[in-house]
């Protein structure tokens, strides 16, 4: 049961995520790797929930192609649950090497400092957002960790095409990390703007090294 302003209510629920070892893990880190020519890593994960939603759209369109999910894809951007006692800078470039095969290679790192509640009536976590700018090309098309994950490299108009067609239909990806990219984006062209962002502690910028 849940207590609310105007009484008591026979319902309300939320979800823990827990590790291996029964121990509730309450960060988690997205991030938008962005290769030397621009284009966009993100990957497709298996989300068996997507089954649920048998209507919704199937197809990435592609320039000059497409691929099909299948029933239970999701194309998102690399992230994932922060371990206890990882910072969340470690964390986020775990999961971007563990979810791309990148590694041994230095990177701009964009920090959304604020964390986000993504899901604050559902799922107790909060998640930090990055944009990684990456000075090497070199990434895995298919890599072991989640059961196998597909690895894609997409234009920017591609991933906005396939945001606005429901094809990339996470919250987290459709929504919050691509906001945040393009913040980074209008950060990198506009100094005043970026100053801004950094000054109200809202933007950390750093240098890094992503290696396994």
Not at 2 to 12: D, M, R
Not at 32 to 56: K, N, S
Not at 65 to 73: H, I, V
Not at 167 to 192: L, N, P, T
Request: hydrophobic residues 40%; aromatic residues 10%.
């Amino acid at each position: 049961k849940a207590q609310f302003a105007n009484g008591e209510f026979p319902y309300g629920a939320f979800v823990q995520c827990m590790n291996g070892k029964g121990e509730w893990v309450p960060r988690g880190a997205n991030i938008v790797p962005v290769l030397p020519d621009g284009r966009i890593l993100m990957v497709i994960e298996q989300r068996q929930l997507m089954a649920c939603f048998p209507y919704a759209p199937r197809t990435i369109v592609l320039t000059g192609g497409s691929r099909d999910l299948g029933e239970t894809g999701a194309l998102e951007f690399p992230g994932g649950g922060v371990e206890l006692g990882e910072s969340l800078t470690i964390g986020s470039l775990r999961e971007l090497f563990q979810e791309t095969g990148i590694a041994g290679q230095r990177a701009v790192l964009y920090r959304r400092v604020p964390g986000v509640i993504a899901f604050n009536a559902d799922i107790a976590g909060m998640n930090w957002y990055y944009v990684a700018f990456l000075s090497s090309s070199h990434f895995d098309d298919y890599v072991q960790d989640d059961g196998g994950l597909n690895v894609l490299a997409l234009t920017e108009s591609e991933v906005e095409r396939n945001i606005r067609n429901g094809v990339i239909s996470s919250g987290q990806a459709a929504i919050i990390s691509w906001a945040f990219y393009q913040e980074v984006m209008r950060a990198r062209k506009d100094a005043a703007y970026r100053e801004e962002l950094i000054q109200d502690g809202y933007l950390e910028i750093e240098g890094v090294v992503i290696n396994p």
